[in-house]
């Protein structure tokens, strides 16, 4: 996902940079002028504004770029990017865990009744198969996308995103084998721990996170 920022006109006591996490985890500052336009992959790098502005006025358009044939909405977007991307980046002073990936306050952590938000849900996933799992996220057309290795007696939280669908494979099948179980993520998944194997007991099978 491609965003631009064209800054029009601004009144300022002070510079008001935008902050972007790069690639490599490094926080950039960009203070623009009049005319400037940039660019940014806004659906992966965290931005913010870190310093209120000190001015009289301060004024941008915003441009979003998707591709053709995108069917995700705003929501389903920020909860697809998967949750290991940034596994073994340095992080800066962003705080993962309050700022979203598209700038603002995590919806999760913000929503006030602590239910979630209309489609953004935690959960999570306790393997209590008796042998090493791999949980997958299944993407349009059934494709596999490795969440993570689960060893016995091993949990998993995810901040995921209702009908986003979930597989867990035996280690021993492979990546491509048969499923122990799946799970199409429902509203009442919320905060819930989710079982591997449902037919075997586990002490916490009903507890809450």
């Known amino acids: 996902m491609i965003s631009g920022i ?11 940079p935008i902050q972007i996490e790069d690639a490599s985890g490094v926080l950039r500052s960009a203070d623009l002028k009049p005319g400037d336009l940039m660019f940014y992959e806004s659906a992966k790098c965290y931005h913010q504004r870190k310093e209120p502005m000190q001015g009289r006025h301060y004024a941008s358009i915003f441009m979003h770029y998707r591709p053709k044939g995108w069917s995700r909405s705003r929501e389903e977007a920020r909860y697809a990017i998967p949750p290991y991307w940034a596994e073994g980046l340095p992080r800066s002073d962003l705080s993962s865990s ?3 990936s598209t700038g603002e306050v995590d919806a999760l952590s ?3 009744d602590g239910t979630g938000n209309a489609s953004g849900i935690e ?12 949980l997958f996220w299944l993407q349009e057309g059934g494709v596999r996308l490795i969440q993570g290795e689960l060893a ?17 494979v035996p280690e021993r099948a492979g990546d491509q084998g048969n499923a122990l179980q ?5 509203k009442s998944h919320h905060k819930q721990r989710l079982l591997m194997d449902p037919t075997r007991p586990d002490a916490n099978d009903a507890r809450e996170l």
């Open 123 to 134: 959960v999570t996933f306790a393997n209590n198969f008796g042998e090493p799992v791999h």
């Open 6 to 16: 064209l800054h029009i006109d601004s009144d300022l006591d002070a510079p008001f």
């Open 98 to 100: 309050s700022i979203s």
């Open 110 to 112: 913000s929503d006030g």
């Open 182 to 186: 799946e799970w199409t993520m429902e």
């Open 152 to 168: 016995a007696g091993e949990e998993m939280a995810l901040g995921t995103h209702t009908g986003h669908t979930f597989i867990a």
